[in-house]
């Protein structure tokens, strides 16, 4: 693999209002050596451009469900390892894993960490149905909160996740009753209903939300936090206690780590929101923690 080579990917629909900095992106990797811009239409597109680098460096520009598109594509095809570090530059709205990994948020400088970081080993957790999360994945209160969130970002930006979690713990009905175990270990039975369950690699979600304080993308294990917040009342302490990350020494939120994480639901059904993208309902599910699968130049 080359280093000073560099294959730039980025969402053809990304929009004339990044063309600025992906234009200043690729001007600084080509001080360090020679780059190719690509800039896929689909996913076929971006399948073919990881795949087919050449040995060069693959550079990811945009956010983290442009990081998780990519890596589903790696995984699938068995390929996290062969298509070599990968450079991260975040043009994203929330860009939480390049926050866990330390990376800068401005384009530029990200582009210069891709020429002068270090790889470094990083974790998938992957569900039952081969589906990856490269930051986190919740169940309950957090699915509800991306899709208000969404509607809420043309005016708060990367402010929209806490209030959207306020405004969806308004409304988020009596909680889930969902039983959560962490490496066979029950951490929730689904006795009491629960409001929020958060799986991390990375620790923050929406813009720099910590729901999953002191998660560590290289330790080879999840972090879990489940909330029981499910009052009014808690509801609202549990979604101001998210935005200063101290939700976690509530009474009602319990936290645990390990490599394999059971959810099913007692009653009823869930969705699970991946890196930001929801899935269809579903009643159960099981995630495992694949370390150093897959490597990205940090700082």
Not at 49 to 61: E, K, P
Not at 129 to 144: D, P, Q
Request: aromatic content about 4%; proline content about 5%.
């Amino acid at each position: 693999m080359s280093e000073n080579e560099y294959l730039a990917v980025v969402n053809a629909g990304a929009g004339s209002a990044r063309a600025e900095a992906v234009a200043a992106v690729v001007g600084e990797l080509g001080r360090a050596g020679d780059v190719e811009l690509r800039r896929t239409g689909g996913l076929d597109d971006l399948r073919e451009a990881l795949l087919g680098a050449d040995g060069r460096r693959v550079v990811v520009l945009g956010g983290d469900g442009s990081l998780h598109a990519a890596l589903q594509l790696l995984w699938t095809a068995g390929a996290t390892r062969d298509v070599g570090p990968l450079g991260i530059v975040p043009l994203g709205t929330g860009n939480d894993l390049a926050r866990s990994l330390r990376l800068p948020l401005d384009p530029v400088a990200a582009a210069r960490v891709v020429t002068t970081g270090r790889p470094r080993g990083l974790e998938l957790l992957v569900d039952s149905r081969e589906r990856i999360t490269v930051n986190t994945v919740h169940v309950g209160i957090g699915a509800s909160a991306t899709a208000k969130a969404q509607r809420l970002k043309p005016a708060l930006k990367a402010g929209a996740y806490p209030v959207g979690a306020v405004w969806a713990g308004l409304s988020a009905g009596k909680g889930f009753r969902l039983r959560v175990e962490v490496d066979g270990e029950v951490l929730a039975s689904g006795r009491d209903p629960v409001l929020m369950v958060g799986i991390g690699i990375g620790g923050t979600i929406g813009g720099g939300a910590p729901l999953v304080p002191g998660a560590d993308p290289h330790d080879g294990v999840a972090d879990v936090v489940v909330s029981t917040s499910t009052g009014p009342l808690a509801r609202l302490g549990f979604a101001a206690g998210l935005r200063r990350g101290v939700h976690v020494e509530r009474q009602d939120v319990a936290t645990a780590t390990g490599k394999v994480v059971e959810v099913r639901a007692l009653s009823g059904d869930f969705r699970l929101n991946s890196d930001g993208e929801v899935s269809d309902p579903q009643t159960a599910e099981r995630f495992e923690m694949h370390a150093d699968v897959w490597q990205a130049v940090c700082p």
